[in-house]
């Protein structure tokens, strides 16, 4: 960490971090109550529309269509999921308790700011602020909780588009680095197939004193550079393969089957990016069942055992977002 970020990081207040827990919108649980999770979905959106925090929903439809379609996931084995809108793109957390009471799923929000989709969800104040003062709104969500709610998140969230970084995903990049000292909150970040994104944000980490492993390449399934998969995985971060559907079973098959091979599969999160109330419900519902439906049936038949299919979608997840700050020291 350098000085000055060292200095901005001292002006977020200090508190104790409940290490060894899971924040959950109904609050901190033991890892081991996790159960089998989905670390990569978003219960409602509105994504594609404009920017709103709080965002307007039609709350009644909402809570009717999101409480069946939970049910029916959790029917299929889900125990818990991590809810990935974040703030401005339709976060809404009392309606994840909500949901989360009506189902008995444990669902996990998020801070932080969807800086992909040209940066259409970031807002203004980043273009301003230095990277201590937007951690220390991350901070602070985590710590008071998110608004009035009360309900603190369980992850950061972030987003970058394809090619370099910006001067604004690197300092968010960077506030993301200093909430995670601050927190222990591990860091999700929308990525994709860029692998030069992937070296520059683990480089921007490495610079702040945050191990890899507190970091997590969303949508890493979309890379096809099987070497830079490889790369950041030996490196200790870890790869989301959540774009799971019917169509690409035996893509995802394979992504796992290297990480198998190449001994790291206690590094890999499976899920599906799916949408349960799209841009308030004005586009169709984008599922989220095939990991039961198609995926582990037929990682089972390639010859993976049930232990092994427990670790990644228990085990894994539960590690994933236990807090702990996993740094280097200053």
Not at 209 to 236: K, M, Q, S, T
Not at 257 to 267: A, D, F, S
Request: hydrophobic letters at 40%.
């Amino acid at each position: 960490m350098n000085r000055r970020t060292f200095l901005q990081a001292g002006l977020v207040p200090a508190f104790s971090i409940p290490n060894g827990r899971i924040l959950t919108v109904r609050g901190a649980i033991r890892p081991d109550e996790l159960g089998v999770c989905l670390p990569h979905e978003h219960l409602f959106s509105n994504f594609g529309l404009d920017p709103a925090d709080p965002p307007v929903y039609d709350t009644q439809r909402l809570l009717r269509e999101v409480l069946r379609y939970v049910n029916s996931v959790k029917y299929l084995g889900a125990n818990a999921i991590a809810d990935c809108t974040t703030q401005y793109f339709g976060r809404a957390p009392e309606l994840l308790k909500r949901i989360s009471e009506g189902t008995g799923v444990h669902i996990i929000t998020n801070t932080g700011y969807y800086g992909a989709a040209e940066g259409r969800y970031v807002p203004a104040h980043v273009n301003d602020e230095s990277a201590g003062r937007i951690a220390s709104r991350w901070v602070a969500e985590f710590h008071a909780g998110i608004g009035a709610s009360g309900i603190r998140p369980g992850f950061i969230k972030l987003g970058v588009d394809g090619g370099p970084l910006k001067p604004v995903d690197e300092k968010m990049i960077r506030a993301a680095a200093i909430a995670h000292r601050q927190t222990g909150l591990t860091i999700a970040v929308h990525t994709g197939d860029n692998p030069e994104a992937v070296r520059r944000q683990l480089a921007l980490l490495a610079e702040e004193g945050v191990e890899p492993e507190a970091w997590i390449w969303v949508h890493a399934n979309n890379c096809r550079d099987e070497g830079a998969l490889l790369e950041a995985v030996r490196a200790g971060a870890w790869l989301s393969f959540d774009g799971i559907a019917p169509e690409n079973v035996e893509r995802h098959r394979a992504l796992v089957q290297m990480m198998k091979t190449e001994g790291r599969l206690g590094q890999v999160l499976l899920s599906h990016d799916g949408n349960s109330f799209r841009a308030n419900g004005t586009r169709p519902l984008k599922p989220y069942t095939a990991l039961f439906t198609h995926f582990l049936p037929a990682l089972e038949k390639s010859g993976f055992a049930r232990r092994e299919l427990q670790r990644l979608t228990g085990e894994n997840p539960a590690r994933a977002f236990t807090l702990r700050a996993r740094v280097t020291g200053i």
